[in-house]
């Protein structure tokens, strides 16, 4: 069965720091990883997704990392801003599961002025 | 609409109630997925459709929760004799396909809460 967790449950950075989230699934056997934000009472917005095959994706301030053999992924964020805050979910699709994600718990950001 | 439409956005209901949750997915996508996300924990897989046909039901916890696409747009969740271990945040999210790649979009949720 595939796990995912996420490393901090939660994090307080000031303004302009470089942060990064960190993801691990238990299960190397995936199509891809998917990096969401949710915001308080809303739904969840796909920020970047990473191919089984490729290594990183990036978008704007916002980079992603894929090391498929030792199930992690990282989501580096650079110069962050207070809008920013939000809770980020990792999600990974397993080759077996059809279409299905197996999301992570969530990492909780905020980013003080 | 341009996004994943849910109605209700909330909904309060008594134990043992039925209660139906309506997903409009972006139009042309054959691919529509319902989760389900209780409070601080990420969402969990319930039921995929392609098409008018469930692909993959293996999350649906028990007999009491359905759903459906008849026409391969719309779907409905239906949850019969509610309980307060149903209360959470249904999620429905839709894509192009299912093929591996497809961004999949989601909707803002249907707020559940069982009294």
């Known amino acids: 069965k595939q796990e995912v967790t996420q490393i901090p449950a939660a994090l307080s950075v000031p303004e302009g720091e470089n942060l990064v989230l960190n993801c691990s699934f238990t299960?190397?056997?995936?199509?891809?990883l998917q990096w969401f934000r949710q915001d308080p009472g809303k739904g969840l917005t796909s920020l970047l997704l990473?191919?089984?095959?490729?290594r990183e994706q990036t978008s704007g301030r916002l980079n992603a990392s894929l090391d498929k053999s030792s199930g992690r992924s990282t989501l580096y964020i650079a110069a962050s801003q207070p809008g920013d805050s939000a809770t980020y979910l990792c999600a990974v699709m397993r080759e077996t599961s059809g279409s299905r994600l197996t999301f992570g718990e969530g990492t909780q950001l905020t980013v003080n002025p | 609409g341009a996004g994943v439409s849910q109605t209700p956005s909330n909904k309060v209901t008594e134990k043992g109630k039925y209660v139906e949750l309506r997903c409009d997915p972006i139009s042309g996508h054959t691919a529509l997925y319902w989760y389900r996300q209780s409070l601080g924990q990420g969402p969990e897989f319930l039921i995929y459709?392609?098409?008018?046909?469930?692909?993959?039901d293996s999350g649906l916890p028990n007999d009491r929760f359905f759903a459906v696409r008849p026409e391969g747009s719309v779907s409905t969740l239906k949850i019969q004799r509610t309980e307060r271990g149903d209360s959470a945040v249904y999620l429905c999210?839709?894509?192009?396909?299912?093929?591996?790649?497809?961004?999949?979009?989601f909707g803002e949720g249907s707020w559940l809460t069982v009294v």
């Open positions: 999210a839709s894509s192009l396909t299912g093929i591996s790649g497809n961004t999949i979009y």
């Open positions: 299960d190397s056997a995936i199509y891809n």
């Open positions: 459709f392609q098409g008018t046909g469930a692909a993959d």
């Open positions: 990473i191919q089984s095959s490729q």
